[in-house]
Nanobody, 110 residues
Framework: QVQLVESGGRLVQAGASLMLTCAAS?????MGWFRQAPGKKREVVAA????????VYTDSVKGRFTISRDNAKNTMSLQMNSLKPEDTGNYYC??????RGQGTQVTVAA
């Protein structure tokens, strides 16, 4: 069973940048980043297909976040720029057929 481990989350000020990384213990197919904040529904932030050619983003992060992957290293990243307080949440990665990781907390202070 391939395992997924996220890293990179921390407390930052609004306007800052962060890069999250998801490390997989083996090969994966399509993957995505999700987030959930207290009292809010879980939402898909971004997704990327297996070869990294096709990506999709939720409207609120378009133009600010970039998802990418390195299949040689079995990693997926989420570059987050111009962070806003509403981006606060537990971010976790998921892969088709493999479930998700434990998540990494991102907190954006106003």
């Amino acid at each position: 069973q391939v395992q997924l481990v996220e890293s990179g989350g921390r407390l930052v000020q609004a306007g800052a940048s962060l890069m999250l990384t998801c490390a997989a213990s083996g090969r994966t197919g399509a993957m995505g980043w999700f987030r959930q904040a207290p009292g809010k529904k879980r939402e898909v932030v971004a997704a990327i297909n297996r070869d990294g050619v096709n990506t999709v983003y939720t409207d609120s992060v378009k133009g600010r976040f970039t998802i990418s992957r390195d299949n040689a290293k079995n990693t997926m990243s989420l570059q987050m720029n111009s962070l806003k307080p509403e981006d606060t949440g537990n971010y976790y990665c998921a892969a088709v057929g493999l479930g998700r990781g434990q998540g990494t907390q991102v907190t954006v202070a106003a």
